[in-house]
């Protein structure tokens, strides 16, 4: 157990509504990092951060911002939801082992988000 | 942009049966990674692999680095219904973050 909440756990929403989801993390781990899960795509890198207000995107950033102004906490945010944004959300920390060649991340429960 | 495939993507089998589920990518990794997960759950890490031709055991789970370091395998003899669940892999290259395979789903029936 990494010590990684999130919160909401479950939230629906409505079209064009803005929504953020929050990452927590008690162990001060420098990277932190928020995906996706969709059926038929499997877990897709939306933002990833590598310390406090540095972010960088992923593979699906389009429609999403994060910020990081605390090492705990990493905020995503959907600025105008769209149905194509309902999804599974985790968030995750991450270990580098091995002089960086390895990578260990650990999940959060994950948000169940639904835009309606 | 690196991939990663799994295959199969779905595997029902019977309680006793092995299997082996299969992580192909054309891309070189410094490590792979093999991850469950459970339904209402984050992925768990199950192994990390470093070495080329590596094999890794873990109680009845046998995973495999490719020489190349382009693939991995996982094995499980005996299945056991509490082994249902999404299994992924996931590679690291370089200073890249992890990539993540689409999965693959087993449900193993008593």
């Known amino acids: 157990d990494a010590g990684i909440t999130q919160s909401p756990r479950h939230k629906v929403t409505e079209t064009g509504t803005p929504v953020t989801l929050r990452c927590h993390q008690t162990e001060n781990h420098r990277y932190m990092y928020w995906y996706r899960q969709d059926p038929g795509h499997g877990l897709r890198l939306i933002h990833y951060?590598?310390?406090?207000?540095?972010?960088d995107k992923g593979e699906v950033s389009d429609g999403y911002s994060v910020s990081r102004s605390k090492t705990e906490d990493f905020l995503l945010t959907l600025e105008s939801a769209t149905s194509s944004q309902t999804s599974v959300y985790f968030c995750?920390?991450?270990?580098?082992?091995?002089?960086?060649?390895?990578?260990?991340?650990?999940f959060g429960p994950g948000t169940r988000l639904t835009v309606l | 942009t690196q991939l990663l495939e799994q295959s199969p993507q779905f595997l029902s089998i019977q309680e006793g049966e092995n299997l082996t589920v299969y992580c192909n990518s054309s891309?070189?990794?410094?490590?792979l990674q093999w991850y469950r997960q459970e339904p209402g759950e984050g992925p768990v890490l199950l192994v990390t692999?470093?070495?080329?031709?590596e094999v890794k055991k873990l109680k009845r789970l046998t995973f495999q680095f490719g020489d190349a370091r382009k693939d991995s395998s996982l094995h499980i003899t005996a299945a056991q219904t509490g082994d249902t669940g999404l299994y992924l892999c996931?590679?690291?290259?370089?200073?890249?973050?992890?990539?993540f395979g689409k999965g693959t789903r087993l449900s193993v029936i008593a």
């Open positions: 891309s070189v990794f410094s490590s």
């Open positions: 996931a590679g690291k290259s370089g200073n890249t973050p992890l990539v």
């Open positions: 995750a920390i991450s270990v580098l082992g091995s002089g960086g060649a390895s990578d260990t991340q650990y």
């Open positions: 692999v470093v070495t080329g031709g």
């Open positions: 951060s590598y310390g406090v207000k540095d972010t």
